[in-house]
């Protein structure tokens, strides 16, 4: 059963289309890659299903109910967690601090009863906390919940953004190259922990992704996007032989 569903996305910049009549779906429970080369729309895709961008046409549903319709805020409510090209964690925070900050989106607390600390307030923190601390000892991370996150390395923080991403509790996450920058023994890390993930939390999970052994490792299937339009859509062995596939990444005449 469809999870999400892309259907007929248009978006323009000004002359610039980023996204032309884009359709696919993801099932439920299965890893998914989105690829293609630089341009191709694959961030502009998951700024629309995060509602960073508004597309001008087209239906994007998640679990049957039109995300376009709701706010920012309330996509991660509905469900919807992800992580970003550039990490955007907060340096002078601890790693519990910040991904106590992913389930903030959860809360129903309000701007007074935060500010005047009444008891409520209190006690979400503390199971804030307590799930935050959780989450990082699945992804064994608990021995650095009291660090800074401006002194860890790169692999790692990106492994704090997922657990971030995890503490909203979606049931489809979305991965923006979360391999950019990483050594070759970290993205073999992460693949596995894409899979244990996606198992433990009995999640969804659409990837982007331009290292392609990762992809190919990891995937279920496999959407292949250019200039905006899908070009393929496969199992990871098949659209890899796909002769249109080939000509987008290689620049070769068909």
Known sequence: MALLEVDGVGLEFGGIRALDDLEFTVE????????????????????CVSRVYTPQRGSIRFDGRELLTLPPHRVA???????FQNLALFPALTVLQNVMVGA?????GGAWSDALRLPGVARRE???????????????????GDQPASDLPYGTLKRIEIARALASQPRLLLLDEPAAGLTHSEVEELGGTIRQIRDDFELTVLLVEHHMPLVMSISDRVVVLD????????????????PQVIAAYLGAEL
């Open 126 to 144: 503390r199971r804030l906390a307590r799930e935050g601390s959780e989450l990082l000892e699945r992804l064994s991370l608990d021995h650095l």
């Open 77 to 83: 409510r509905a469900g919807v967690g992800r992580t």
């Open 104 to 108: 903030y989106s959860r809360g129903r």
């Open 28 to 47: 439920a429970g299965e890893i998914c890659a989105l690829i293609g080369p630089n341009g191709a729309g694959k961030t502009t895709l998951f700024n």
């Open 227 to 242: 200039l905006g339009r899908k070009l393929a859509e496969g199992t990871a062995d098949a659209v890899s032989q796909d």
